[in-house]
């Protein structure tokens, strides 16, 4: 069974930092691409990163590009997001995600099949 476990989220004020961690387990971590996406209050869930299940490629949504940088540490079956210059609309459950198919990697939420508890990140103006 797929667990992953999310953490790291929390209260800051606008252009602080955030890093979440994700740790999974019940899978083998190195072949499968991750993905962090995010939900607001009243909005559907929406991609922020993804990245490749050996870490050589990686992309992001518009709204958090050059802001935030999606790593993993295979070694550890960890996947973190480093979260910069945090803006109010940043605020929202952070889920980490891993691909419904390994290797395979997308932005898209229907791709991805294990999901974590998610992590609350406010940003206060």
């Known amino acids: 069974q797929v667990q992953l476990a999310e953490s790291g989220g929390g209260l800051v004020q606008a252009g602080d930092s955030l890093r979440l961690s994700c740790v999974a387990s019940?899978?083998?971590?190195?072949?499968?691409?991750m993905g962090w996406f995010r939900q607001a209050p009243g909005k559907e869930r929406e991609f922020v990163a993804a990245?490749?299940?050996?870490?050589?490629?990686?992309t992001y949504a518009d709204s958090v590009k050059g802001r935030f940088t999606i790593s993993r540490d295979n070694a550890k079956n960890t996947v973190s997001l480093q979260m910069n210059s945090l803006k109010p609309e940043d605020t929202a459950v952070y889920y980490c995600?891993?691909?419904?198919?390994?290797?395979?990697?997308?932005?898209?939420?229907?791709?991805?099949?294990?999901w974590g508890q998610g992590t609350q990140v406010t940003v206060s103006s």
């Open positions: 995600a891993a691909a419904r198919y390994g290797r395979h990697w997308s932005i898209s939420k229907a791709d991805y099949g294990s």
């Open positions: 019940g899978l083998t971590f190195s072949t499968y691409s």
């Open positions: 990245i490749a299940w050996n870490g050589a490629s990686t």
